[in-house]
């Protein structure tokens, strides 16, 4: 076989035998090949050739003559030869080529190589878009009457059809999107002649049918979730915009109201009062679905509600749940309109609980308002279920400053001022206790972390901030904040309110039982009548909120001041203690200002050391009414000022060099009778003796010598005043005698020098078996000072009732002073002389009362050594206190028995 092809010669020697196998592949590989090669540079020459002719005719387009309809046809030949070899991304450039010219020309507006912008006709608004032989486009092409309509419509056909072949299909429905929303809007400009509706039929018709062809393009095609999920919500837009043609159609017509959310499909260069637009055209629509929705409204409703429940399945197989609710919302719209209130409310009360994790409250408001308005409507009771829809509502209202959602409303404040006294009437009217978590049209703030004391009675006075963000006044009874202290201690603040004004209210609120120390912010409540509107401010928010919500916020710190005038209670050891015995514990039970009518008190141990509380006794006093219970004994009128001890023994602590014991305290004053106040203390005592003893024994002849060691157990002085061995019964034959000088008093123990004693014992009855006992009376040089401090300060202060509120702040600052500064000690062993070096003066009420104590100090006691005290001396230095006191002046008497 011979081939002459352009000049090159082509053979092909073909053999094989006459009973060969003729079908042989590889007897024709040759011929294929040559065959092939012919077609390629046929093809390239003639491509070759083609884009020289276009080359030349785009460089002719400023000349006179030229003509776009003709270049697109010489251009659209070059993209057919491209799509005929399957090169579709080649051709595809070439229709974007050809498109982008076009836009070129319009913006020039050189459109005289075309028709009218549309000449409709008939089954334009019903024909399917994409379709490319519907009309012999190329012919009105090449005789210049195409209009701009068919033109545009041709050329997304094409591309369209292309991308098809690409296996594209979400670029499509875009593309499809664009076009009918622009060109649509394009249209509206020369609505009044056309047919009438053609604008929304055509959409209509037109975006369904995309819809249907892309998903039998579709068939056959591999997509990951990710294109499925886009495919399907590019087609629910689609859908979404036939649906906005028939709010536009149904409006028009009377069968939909013209409201949101049914005239939001308008756009916005159309016309917006309704009804049907006038036209010059005779011709009509041809879509059978429109025409038969136009004459029949249940034919209406029945198409709007199947295209909306498609385009709600689409979304929410994308996954876009915000556009698949929306729709859920027109549709409740839509039963508001039918009157089938019940179906309407339902929706938009279960909504709203969709949006709100999302943060969608434009969408959450108009819901809300929606459900407020059909609850109205319906005349259904103002009940639970309204009354947290309401407060749904303001939540979002405030959240989105939700002014453009209440379109139909002329005096928002006013109308959200109604809602509020109807909420108020609603929640008296309740049932049963409501509580609603976290609303924000009312905050609770602490602006300033500082408490203060109630002048007159027990409590402490805290300033809150309460901030209202809603343009009216808010009903209110109560405002309560809720601190949590160490070890789960808990204070409640409240105060009765009216109303909170829109703004910030500053407020005063009060707590009766307020145990000093640093609070933190844990919860806040206003109260409505029987609605609760809480705020937790201390815990961690929920899962569910947003990272950037969810960081940690610092605490809010409340600092409670003591109050030296409220009734407190301290512990102590007692002032005998006997080795052997059950051990006790003292309770200082004082009243401060108040005039307690009963008192309630409860100890217990966190180590699981447990207080008999039946068996507590009043120490020195017989005037008290005291009543011991199983798990706690009542002191019943106490009067104010006066301080009540009462011993309570206690199981075995002697594990424990100090305990710590919480105390409860129930108490009502004769000032409040109706007001019960509670007090959590913490207090730590020590539960084992300073004093460590060792005894030694030497016997001489009929005389026993014994040697008791005294050494301190802690870092702290001891001071002894005596130590004495006592027979435990009188027997004239036991003498005992004390190796000490009479001249020494006071014996200082520390922890680097004990003390040695010594006793010399004589039985004329030779040997004895009876036990002694050593007493030793003493106490710690702390204390000592500061009962030295204390009956200074006490002195001083009785001439002046105005200062008595600083005096335990003065008593601390003369205590810090001297645990600063230790040199004072060696001098008021020796001497008796005090020194309080250091007393920082400081500026204001506080420094000017201590530096008058001070004053009135000195001129006490210069006072007593011209009367001739004993041993007294007084010097003052700059910014410190001299003292030269009696060492044992009201001492207080601690004695140990030892068996």
């Given at each position: 076989m011979l081939l002459l092809l352009a000049g090159r010669d082509r053979c092909v020697e073909l053999v094989w035998a006459y009973d060969s196998d003729y079908e042989n592949p590889t007897a024709w590989a040759d011929l294929i090949g040559k065959l092939k090669d012919g077609i390629l540079c046929a093809f390239d020459a003639a491509v070759a050739q083609r884009e020289e002719e276009v080359k030349r005719s785009e460089g002719q387009r400023q000349m006179p003559g030229w003509n776009f309809c003709t270049f697109f046809i010489l251009k659209e030949s070059l993209a057919n030869s491209y799509e005929g070899m399957n090169l579709y991304e080649d051709a595809l450039d070439t229709y974007?080529?050809?498109?982008?010219?076009?836009?070129?020309?319009?913006?020039?507006?050189?459109?005289?190589?075309?028709?009218?912008?549309?000449?409709?006709?008939?089954?334009?608004?019903?024909?399917?878009?994409?379709?490319?032989?519907?009309?012999?486009?190329?012919?009105?092409?090449?005789?210049?009457?195409i209009s701009v309509f068919d033109f545009r419509t041709y050329l997304l056909a094409r591309q369209c059809s292309i991308l098809g072949y690409l296996g594209h299909v979400v670029e499509i429905a875009r593309k499809a999107v664009a076009f009918l929303s622009a060109f649509g809007r394009r249209l509206r400009d020369i609505e009044e002649i056309l047919p009438t509706h053609f604008i929304e039929s055509w959409t209509y018709s037109s975006a369904l049918s995309v819809v249907e062809q892309c998903d039998a393009w579709a068939t056959g095609l591999e997509m990951n979730k990710a294109t499925i999920a886009s495919f399907n919500a590019v087609k629910g837009e689609?859908?979404?915009?036939?649906?906005?043609?028939?709010?536009?159609?149904?409006?028009?017509?009377?069968?939909?109201?013209?409201?949101?959310?049914?005239?939001?499909?308008?756009?916005?260069?159309?016309?917006?009062?309704?009804g049907t637009p006038a036209t010059s055209s005779t011709q009509r629509i041809s879509k059978s679905e429109i025409l038969m929705a136009l004459e029949d409204k249940n034919a209406f409703y029945k198409v709007y509600i199947?295209?909306?429940?498609?385009?709600?399945?689409?979304?929410?197989?994308?996954?876009?749940?915000?556009?698949?609710?929306?729709?859920h919302g027109d549709l409740a719209a839509l039963d508001v309109h039918r009157g089938r209130l019940s179906e309407a409310l339902q929706t938009f009360t279960s909504l709203p609980a969709h949006y709100a994790p999302h943060g969608w409250t434009s969408l959450e408001s108009y819901m809300l308002f929606q459900a407020l308005g059909i609850h109205t409507a319906a005349e259904k009771p103002r009940d639970r279920e309204w009354i947290f829809i309401l407060?749904?509502?303001?939540?979002?209202?405030?959240?989105?400053?939700?002014?453009?959602?209440?379109?139909?409303?002329?005096?928002?404040?006013?109308?959200?001022?109604?809602?509020?006294?109807a909420l108020h009437e609603a929640t008296q009217e309740a049932e049963s206790d409501l509580s609603h978590h976290d609303h924000p049209a009312i905050s609770v703030s602490v602006p300033n972390g500082q408490a203060r004391t109630a002048d007159n009675r027990d409590g402490a006075l805290l300033e809150v901030q309460v901030t209202n963000a809603l343009p009216c006044d808010v009903p209110a009874d109560e405002v309560i904040i809720n601190l949590t202290g160490r070890d789960g201690a808990k204070l409640t603040f409240l105060e009765n309110v009216k109303s909170l004004k829109p703004g910030k209210n500053a407020i005063t609120l009060f707590c009766h039982s307020a145990t000093p120390g640093i609070y933190s912010l844990h919860s806040s409540q206003v109260r409505m009548s029987r609605l609760s509107l809480h705020w937790l401010h201390s815990s961690t928010p929920p899962p569910s909120s947003s990272s950037a919500s969810r960081s940690k916020k610092p605490p809010t710190l409340v600092s409670i001041p003591r109050d030296i005038r409220a009734l407190d209670v301290r512990l102590r050891q007692p002032r005998r203690m006997e080795l052997g015995t059950p051990a006790r514990i003292v309770v200082a039970f004082n009243t401060g200002r108040n005039h307690v009518t009963r008192a309630s008190v409860k100890l217990s141990a966190p180590s699981g050391v447990e207080f008999r509380h039946n068996e507590a006794t009043l120490i020195d006093s017989d005037n008290d009414a005291l009543e011991a219970g199983e798990d706690t004994f009542v002191l019943s009128d106490v009067e104010a000022d006066k301080t009540v001890?009462?011993?309570?023994?206690?199981?075995?602590?002697?594990?424990?060099?100090?305990?710590?014991?919480?105390?409860?305290?129930?108490?009502?004053?004769?000032?409040?009778p109706d007001v019960n106040r509670s007090l959590t203390l913490v207090r730590v005592v020590l539960t084992?003796?300073?004093?460590?003893?060792?005894?030694?024994?030497?016997?001489?002849?009929?005389?026993l010598f014994t040697r008791f060691t005294l050494s301190s157990t802690s870092h702290q002085h001891i001071r002894l005043k005596s130590t004495e061995l006592r027979a435990t019964r009188d027997d004239d034959g036991l003498k005992i005698a004390k190796a000490m000088p009479r001249s020494r008093t006071v014996t200082t123990i520390t922890p680097e020098q004990p003390g040695k004693f010594l006793f010399q014992l004589d039985s004329a009855r030779g040997q004895d078996r009876e036990p002694l006992k050593l007493h030793i009376i003493y106490r710690v040089l702390r204390e000592e000072v500061e009962s030295v401090i204390e009956s200074a300060v006490d002195s001083s202060l009785s001439e002046s009732v105005s200062l008595q509120q600083y005096r335990a702040e003065l008593i601390d600052t003369l205590v810090q002073a001297l645990e600063k500064d230790a040199s004072w000690v060696n001098r008021y062993e020796a001497t008796g002389e005090l020194i309080v070096p250091g007393i920082p003066v400081q500026d204001g009420e506080v420094g000017e009362a201590l530096a008058h104590l001070i004053e009135r100090i000195l001129?006490?006691?210069?006072?007593?050594?011209?009367?001739?005290?004993?041993?007294?001396?007084?010097?003052?230095?700059?910014?410190?206190?001299?003292?030269?006191?009696?060492?044992?002046?009201?001492?207080?008497?601690?004695?140990?028995?030892?068996?």
């Open positions: 974007n080529e050809l498109e982008i010219l076009f836009f070129q020309v319009l913006r020039e507006k050189n459109l005289s190589w075309f028709g009218t912008l549309i000449n409709p006709a008939p089954k334009d608004d019903s024909l399917p878009l994409l379709s490319h032989s519907k009309k012999p486009y190329r012919d009105l092409i090449l005789a210049n009457t689609l859908v979404e915009l036939a649906r906005h043609q028939l709010d536009i159609i149904g409006i028009s017509v009377g069968h939909l109201p013209n409201r949101p959310p049914f005239s939001m499909a308008f756009p916005s260069n159309s016309r917006r009062d309704g199947g295209i909306t429940n498609r385009a709600i399945e689409l979304y929410a197989t994308a996954g876009r749940r915000k556009f698949a609710l929306k729709m407060l749904d509502f303001l939540k979002a209202y405030v959240q989105d400053l939700g002014k453009e959602l209440l379109m139909n409303t002329e005096d928002h404040i006013e109308y959200v001022t109604s809602l509020v006294q001890y009462v011993s309570v023994p206690h199981s075995d602590a002697s594990a424990f060099h100090a305990m710590r014991v919480n105390i409860t305290v129930e108490y009502t004053t004769l000032v409040e084992s003796l300073p004093l460590a003893i060792n005894v030694e024994d030497f016997f001489r002849g009929t005389r001129r006490r006691i210069k006072s007593r050594l011209g009367n001739g005290a004993k041993s007294s001396f007084l010097w003052m230095f700059p910014k410190c206190i001299l003292l030269r006191l009696h060492a044992f002046v009201s001492f207080q008497i601690r004695s140990i028995r030892m068996l």
